[in-house]
């Protein structure tokens, strides 16, 4: 059992990704119609951030932001409440287009602050790129999502935080297991707890995302430890080695399962955009206090 004062966990869906096709799972929404009915189904299993990309018909990755507004358009009609968060990392070496969505004001959107390998290439993030992405979040009120590949990224989002580039208290995403990165290792993860606890405090909320078979195992270690946790087709398409996910909302069922198991609440909407410092949306905000 989890300590009484742990907040309720926040499960973000990442519905989509860049990769994944649906020659490797069906599942996987592609469309804006798609997506949406996706992230409506995941929402009412439990998921209160939504990350996603978008992708062209042919299912190869887009930047394309009149994609992004569609996509928002439907998300704040079919899951209203629900933290929207885009991606700006999925098309690694496409430069500033990565953030060409953000004057749409998302809530949130991801930020890798560094680089790294990836299985078969170099994930590209250049210091000027992040230097802009970071100073675009801040012009358009978008909270970052910082994605930590790596220990250095974490003490990357320290340095920018004093430099007044990002605002309020950074939330780290910690992504193990991706192939040519960091792996699932336990001892680095307590590290990156122990770490993120060093420099933004006891009270700064953290999530983890764990790649293809580890997404369970860092599920399981992100609830026990007082995280939040992130699931998705984007990450995986299976509940396990035989089995293809049949949607994003059965891998968000598992991920409630898991915090019945360490009788850890799933956080609402409203809870998750407390804990995350975000404003709740207008047509919201008469029935908030
Ligand atoms: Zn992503």
Not at 1 to 24: E, F, H, N, Q, W
Not at 194 to 212: E, K, N, S, Y
């Amino acid at each position: 059992m989890t300590d009484p004062t742990t907040p309720p966990c926040i499960i973000c869906v990442a519905i989509t990704g860049s990769l994944p096709r649906k020659s490797d799972n069906p599942a996987v929404p592609v469309t804006v119609a798609e997506q949406v009915e996706s992230t409506q189904e995941a929402f009412e299993a439990g998921a209160s951030i939504v990350h996603a990309h978008v992708r062209n018909a042919d299912e190869t990755p887009s930047s394309d932001p009149e994609k992004f507004a569609a996509l928002k358009e439907g998300l704040e009609k079919h899951c209203p409440g629900m933290i929207i968060q885009f991606s700006t990392g999925g098309r690694s070496g496409a430069g500033r287009t990565r953030g060409g969505m953000l004057p749409l004001k998302p809530d949130m959107a991801s930020l890798s602050v560094g680089s790294n390998n990836f299985p078969t290439r170099v994930y590209e993030n250049p210091p000027d790129l992040v230097d802009w992405l970071a100073a675009e979040m801040l012009t358009h009120g978008v909270k970052p999502e910082i994605e930590a590949f790596d220990l250095s990224h974490i003490l990357k989002a320290k340095e920018m935080s004093e430099k007044g580039q990002l605002a309020g208290t950074p939330y780290v995403q910690f992504v193990m297991g991706v192939k040519n990165a960091m792996p699932a290792d336990r001892d680095v993860f307590d590290y990156y707890i122990h770490t993120v606890h060093r420099l933004f405090g006891q009270d700064a909320p953290w999530c983890a995302a764990g790649i293809g078979a580890n997404q369970v195992v860092l599920n399981e270690w992100a609830i026990a430890a007082g995280g939040h946790a992130r699931t998705g087709l984007e990450d995986n398409v299976r509940l396990d080695r035989d089995t293809l996910a049949p949607s994003n909302a059965a891998l968000v069922r598992r991920v409630v399962e898991i915090c019945d198991e360490y009788e850890r609440p799933v956080a609402t909407w409203q809870e998750a955009r407390q804990i995350l410092g975000l404003q709740m949306p207008a047509t919201h905000a008469e029935i908030t206090v």
